[in-house]
């Protein structure tokens, strides 16, 4: 899969180190999948979650952090809408439309 934008995560894990791996470890992942469907997501990350609109929520470090991408199957593209702390996460109003 193609991710957009990694600079999204760096920036991120440069103010919360603790997040630096996992958040590699999610990249690295993603970007060797070849997802055609949901199922096949889940089948690489059990925690995710779909949300409605494209949109999928994945756990990050023992559900520390949670990230929010627009998963395009057909282009095999993966654009990450948010990255936060679970507080943060629970603050979002409209997360389908993120």
């Known amino acids: 899969m193609r991710i957009i934008a990694k600079k999204t995560l760096v920036l991120f894990y440069q103010s919360n180190k603790d997040a630096e791996t996992a958040l590699e470890d999610w990249y690295e992942k993603t970007e ?3 997802w055609d469907n949901f199922a096949q997501i889940k089948q690489t990350f059990n ?8 949109r999928v929520v994945f756990n990050i470090k023992g ?3 949670r990230l929010i ?8 593209m993966v ?9 943060d ?3 979002l109003d409209d997360i389908k439309n993120i």
Not at 69 to 76: E, P, Q
Not at 79 to 87: A, K, L, P, Q
């Open 32 to 34: 060797k999948a070849e």
């Open 47 to 54: 925690s995710a979650d779909f949300v409605g609109n494209n």
């Open 63 to 65: 559900n520390n952090y």
């Open 69 to 76: 991408a627009l998963v395009l199957f057909k282009v095999k």
């Open 79 to 87: 654009y990450i809408r948010f990255i936060g702390t679970h507080d």
């Open 89 to 91: 996460y629970d603050k």
